[in-house]
């Protein structure tokens, strides 16, 4: 797995964070490539698995360096046409938002919209976000707000308790790629064909209509394809298609569809499938490890 953690300090807390990240990634065999982040630096953001970023939160947004940088980088990648309409989401492309923030006035939500902002542009890029974290760190130089703020005394934050919080969360991130990569890997192979087509394929003028149909249904959609793939695989459920069922499932997962997500789907279905459709789901998810 290809990680960057790109960040920005002025006092060190944030700095203190990233080091954490970097050497739990290395105790998990990743070797993560680091960089303070100034507006231009040349990074091709799309050569990485998983991306994290970090901030100090300065005046509710990232700090100057994290916005330009943002911002070039928007400019570059929608002039080369990587930002999409609806921003389906990309396979194995994840990313981690966090920041360190003092909250003197109003807690936390004073370091919202710092994190929300960052994760507006890796959803843009068409990445899945998987972590929101927010730390508290000292205010540095001003004794009464990082003593009597919200937060109270926040003197000596991060401590070692934030820091193994940290950690915790990488491990977390980390066993959750992996564990969605192995999945979206396995099973199928790449060229797997569902019986319903295998059977079409015997006219090869019904096989290529029905392809034709297909793709011009997802290219045409304005739902992303994890979704296309979610109603699909609910439908091949009701419709009891083993074979259908196992294909969409594993494009959603391809699509980075999470576990949760894909429960909730079959969930979803429940109202018209009747106890018998979700029996029928559940076998088929077990099968695929998914429960
Ligand atoms: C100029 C300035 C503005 C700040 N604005 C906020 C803010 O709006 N909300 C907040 O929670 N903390 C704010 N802080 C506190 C910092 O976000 C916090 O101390 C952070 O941990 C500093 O990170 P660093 O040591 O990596 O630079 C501000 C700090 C400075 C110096």
């Known amino acids: 797995m290809k990680v960057l953690i790109l960040y920005q300090s002025f006092t060190g807390n944030t700095e203190l964070v990233t080091q954490r990240i970097e050497r739990t990634l290395r105790a998990t065999d990743i070797t993560p490539d680091t960089i303070k982040v100034r507006k231009e630096i040349n990074v091709e953001l799309y050569d990485y698995d998983l991306i994290f970023l970090g901030t100090p939160v300065i005046q509710w947004l990232p700090a100057k360096p994290i916005l330009e940088f943002i911002r070039s980088k928007l400019e570059h ?41 960052m994760e507006q542009f ?19 130089n001003n004794e009464i707000l990082a003593t009597s703020g919200m937060l109270g005394d926040i003197r000596g934050r991060p401590n070692e308790n934030d820091l ?3 950690e915790q969360k990488v491990k977390d991130v980390v066993d959750k790629i992996r564990c969605q990569k192995s999945r979206s890997q396995k099973d199928l192979p790449e060229d797997f ?55 969409h ?10 576990d949760m ?31």
């Open 122 to 140: 890796f959803e843009h890029l068409r990445f899945s976000v998987v972590g929101e974290w927010y730390i508290v760190g000292e205010l540095r």
């Open 77 to 117: 990648h929608r002039k080369r046409g990587d930002i999409l309409p609806t921003s389906p989401k990309l396979p194995d492309k994840y990313a981690v938002c966090y920041c360190t923030y003092s909250g003197p006035h109003t807690g936390v939500r004073e370091a919202v919209p710092a994190v929300k902002y």
């Open 249 to 258: 499932v594993l494009e959603a997962l391809k699509h980075g569809a999470t």
């Open 193 to 247: 064909v569902p019986k319903p087509l295998q059977f079409l394929s015997m006219n090869v003028d019904l096989a290529n209509s029905f392809k034709g149909l297909v793709g011009t249904l997802k290219s045409t959609s304005s739902v992303d394809e994890k979704t296309q793939a979610l109603i699909k695989a609910v439908l091949s459920a009701a419709y009891k298609c083993k074979d259908c069922l196992k294909f």
């Open 261 to 291: 997500e894909i429960r909730d789907a079959f969930y979803c279905g429940t109202p018209l499938g009747g106890t018998p459709y979700l029996a029928f789901a559940f076998e088929v998810l077990e099968e695929l490890d998914l429960v």
């Open 164 to 166: 193994t919080n940290v």
